[in-house]
């Protein structure tokens, strides 16, 4: 097992520490976060281990574990049924789950352990295994569920592991190494937040990986779960049209086309809302600032984020933000 200390190069770059004002309590195997800013301690049970041939504390009964396999195969018995996983995939683990390695191989991953609270507070085992959270459809907490759901059960709609198309690969390991970061390195006070949002984020993309691997043939359906994940791994950039077009070599017309007999939106109606849903998620679960929501989803001026955001839900982006929390 490899545990990082570190940060690639490319973030430790870009990140400043302020050793005066806040230090990292994080050290050696943890499997929580403890960090001090100023003279507030915070404590969040979310941490990534980088692995290598060995996933470390996969057999903790008090968290909940995502296993991102980036190299390499793994041969694998999940509570009894065997499973051959090919890189890239990712494996959903809940605090019950029983995962056994059936034979030796070379690989390498990430793995995050986590308390479900980090999403919601008011996921607790006790109520995420009652099921009354499947009865909440149409509500914020519903939302929330859907991307804790794979952890927690295993059928239909919540497959506890699959594979996912190469290159989303890249944009994955991008967005656990900027949770990585921040959480080992404090710039702030809002890391809580940041990290839980870079969290969300991955289990959102994830989600729409799921779809993909469920989908058979390069159907309407097919195309549409191919073009969102096109949107996630693009998701802080000006995407046009053009840019859409030319990576799936199709023409405008039966690019929207596609879309409304799909969806009922056009192309670009398509990339507003999945943007504006994970802004909602990052709004509703946590308290980064409605400025920095904006940029990272590529909207320069956080006035045209909020008419964009309003004209989406009828309500401004602070409203949205009371109003879940009421």
Known sequence: MEYRHGLSVKYAQTVQILPMLCYNLLMGDQLYTLRKYCDYERLLDLVVFKAKNELPHVDNNERCKLVLLSKGNLSIDLNGDPMELKAPSAIYLSDRDILNIKKESKYQAYIILFKPYVINDAFTYERLYSGEFDEMEGSTIYQDYLLVRNFIFNDSYSPKAASFIPKSLADMVDIIEKLDAELKLTVDGYWPCRSRSY??????????????????????????????????????????????????????????????????????????????NLAKYWLSDTDIPVFEIAKRLSFEDPNYFNKVFRKATGKSPTQYRNDSRT
């Open 199 to 276: 969290f969300i984020e991955l289990l959102y993309k994830l989600k729409f990986c799921f779809i993909n691997n469920s989908t058979t043939g390069e159907n309407n359906s097919a195309f549409i779960s191919r073009l969102v994940d096109f949107f996630s791994n693009h998701i802080s950039e000006k995407i046009t049209l053009e840019m859409v077009t030319t990576e799936f070599n199709v023409n405008r017309n039966t690019l929207n086309k596609v879309c409304v007999e799909e969806t009922g939106l056009t192309c670009m109606n398509l990339l507003t809302e999945h943007r504006m």
